[in-house]
C-alpha cells in the first residue's frame, strides 16, 4: 500500500511503483470506480497499438505509420 495527497485540484499523483507494474503511460485511459468508501482505478485496455516513431508527425505521418505497423517495440 502506498500514500499520495489529494492536491488543491482533487488530483492524485500515481505513485511510480504502481505506474510500472500495470505499464501505465501519459495518454493511458484509466476507468473509476466507487465501491463504498473505496476508490478504484482500472486501466482500459487499448484497441490501439502504441507506437514510438521517435519524432513529430503530422496525423496523416502517424496514420500511415499506424498502417505500416511501424514503431511496434
Do not use: C, F, H, W
Request: hydrophobic share 30%; charged share 40%.
Amino acid at each position: 500500500m502506498e500514500r499520495v495527497k489529494v492536491t488543491r485540484n482533487y488530483q492524485i499523483t500515481i505513485p511510480a511503483s504502481i505506474r510500472n507494474k500495470i505499464n501505465l503511460k501519459e495518454g493511458d485511459v484509466l476507468e473509476v470506480y466507487l465501491n463504498g468508501d473505496e476508490i478504484i482505478l482500472r486501466k482500459v485496455k487499448s484497441e490501439r497499438p502504441r507506437i514510438r516513431l521517435g519524432k513529430k508527425l503530422s496525423p496523416e505521418e502517424i496514420e500511415e505509420a499506424i498502417e505500416r505497423g511501424e514503431g511496434n517495440n
